[in-house]
């Protein structure tokens, strides 16, 4: 079983940056990828960023290319720089480890609580 905790989030004015941080603690076998997902009211869950797990992939969502960059220590450490922030970023931001406990089970996704971002004009 493992855990995610993200921390980061928080209220900013537009154009300001933040960065938020992932950890994950518990047994990882294998990790399959890592990525961020956020949710605005009103909203379904969207895919921001995700990357592999060697971190030589990378992919954005259009809304937010060359604004926000993906990063990882580890295999249990993932970051996302947000820069030129704007009011639509605002939303609970996720993270998301898909991970293998064991070879012959299916890689399956795991998520934290979520940290909320809050984006001012």
């Known amino acids: 079983q493992v855990q995610l905790v993200e921390s980061g989030g928080g209220s900013v004015q537009a154009g300001g940056s933040l960065k938020l941080s992932c950890i994950a603690s518990?047994?990882?076998?294998?990790?399959?990828?890592m990525g961020w997902y956020r949710q605005a009211p009103g909203k379904e869950r969207e895919l921001v960023s995700n990357i592999t797990t060697d971190g030589t992939t990378t992919t954005y969502a259009d809304s937010v290319k060359g604004r926000f960059t993906i990063s990882q220590d580890n295999a249990k450490n993932l970051y996302l720089q947000m820069n030129s922030l704007k009011t639509e970023d605002t939303a609970v931001y996720f993270c998301s480890a898909s991970v293998r406990s064991a070879w012959g089970i299916p890689c399956r996704p795991f998520w934290g609580r979520g940290t909320q971002v809050t984006v001012s004009s």
């Open positions: 518990g047994y990882i076998f294998s990790n399959c990828g």
